[in-house]
């Protein structure tokens, strides 16, 4: 938080409804694999679990009116502060997901039908994008450097260094 709000002073209010807003993002990552067919439930998340629902969508503020009121301003700056900690949250936690050993240590490839959490800068915030791997590139050495993952109904192609495996479609050892 620290690093989040750095040199603002903020009142109990803002910053209680910013502990919400960062308690919403991280309950709002899906524990389950997402199905391909539209007509099939949401995947679940802690919000479920905890609220019995999805969660609040509330929309996000970024630009500042200087005629706004002073409650509205306070909810731009809870915005702002929600979006800094999203922006945070993707940088240095979800790299920690996908840990790069040396190449001296031996690792898993990723395989095909492995469940996948896309890094992507422009995802909105508390979004969390998820696919299937569909297909893997070797390189000469034989190791996976990039996949086609789908995400609902299209096929992207993602460096392994962009792509968060949740879950592994059978365990082979290297």
């Not at 690093?3 to 308690?23: A, F, H, S």
């Not at 009116?65 to 979006?83: H, N, P, T």
Request: with cysteine; aromatic share 6%; hydrophobic share 35%.
């Amino acid at each position: 938080m620290h690093g989040v709000l750095r040199q603002q002073t903020v009142g109990e209010d803002v910053l209680v409804t910013v502990l919400t807003e960062v308690e919403s993002i991280l309950n709002s990552r899906p524990l389950t694999e997402i199905s391909q067919d539209p007509r099939d439930e949401e995947p679940i998340t802690p919000n479920h679990l905890l609220l019995l629902r999805k969660g609040p969508d509330a929309p996000v503020g970024n630009s500042i009116d200087r005629s706004a009121s002073y409650g509205k301003k306070r909810w731009l700056q809870v915005q702002y502060l929600a979006s800094l900690f999203w922006t945070r949250w993707r940088k240095e936690y979800l790299p920690l997901l996908q840990k790069r050993n040396k190449w001296t240590t031996p690792k898993e490839n990723v395989m095909v039908d492995d469940l996948v959490l896309l890094v992507d800068e422009t995802t909105p915030r508390g979004r969390w994008p998820m696919g299937k791997v569909v297909q893997v590139y070797k390189s000469k050495d034989g190791r996976v450097r990039s996949v086609d993952v789908r995400v609902n109904n299209n096929v992207l192609k993602r460096p392994v260094v962009k792509i968060c495996i949740i879950y592994r479609s059978s365990i082979v050892k290297v």
